[in-house]
């Protein structure tokens, strides 16, 4: 890892498998700090405060923002998400890479609040694949698949706002890639990078 503490931010559309993808990278490395966001979402029976989200209440959410602690905050899916500054901040002040995973509207707050910040977007191989994902969960209605599968369409769009993509088809090979961009590397994985905007273009047709 490189030595200089920093922030990475990594978001995806819904199933593009980003949250198992960033427990696994933590799981690897205990070194990492993962940045445990605050939502006005309804817990789930497999979440744990604290561990998954810090679950809130609507009023509590809004008075954290308004005393400026969110570094970043969004509205998703009819909920509020939100990053607790002080959090990251003491996090990256202990010496630690934080990891923060967001949407994009979140990850272009971030940008403009922290410029040193890396951000990765994982995208799923394909449409098909990213639809059987949600459907996999068993947890959501159909209306609310069709809703998030519109919605990480719309998503997807915005990969070219990212320094780093990585198209989440082999979890293991998925999380390698991810090691290396946090080791500094990993200049096939750079936005940039004319054969991923190829692959990247064949996803999004």
């Known amino acids: 890892m490189q030595n200089r503490a920093r922030l990475f931010v990594i978001a995806a559309p819904s199933g593009a498998g980003k949250t198992t993808l960033v427990k696994a990278l933590v799981g690897r490395n205990p070194e990492l700090r993962f940045s445990v ?17 810090f679950f809130v209440k609507e009023p509590e959410f809004l008075k954290l923002r308004d005393a400026g602690e969110m570094l970043e905050s969004a509205i998703v899916f009819d909920n509020r998400y939100g990053t607790s500054r002080s959090q ?5 002040f202990e010496g630690h890479h934080v990891i923060l995973e967001i949407d994009w509207q979140g990850a272009r707050q971030v940008r403009e609040s922290m410029p040193d910040s890396r951000d990765i977007f994982i995208l799923p191989p394909s449409a098909v694949e990213l639809e059987r994902r949600l459907r996999g969960r068993r947890t959501d209605s159909e209306e609310v698949i069709n809703r998030r599968l519109r919605d990480a369409l719309g998503d997807m769009s915005h990969w070219q706002e990212f320094d780093f993509v990585i198209i989440n ?28 905007q190829k692959k990247v273009a064949g996803i999004l047709r």
């Open 169 to 196: 088809d082999d979890l293991e090979t998925a999380i390698d890639e991810l090691e290396g961009i946090l080791e500094g590397g990993r200049e096939a994985n750079r936005t940039d990078n004319p054969r991923l």
């Open 88 to 92: 990251v901040e003491q996090l990256l």
């Open 37 to 53: 966001s605050y939502t006005t979402r309804k817990r789930r029976e497999t979440e744990i405060d604290g561990r998954d989200y």
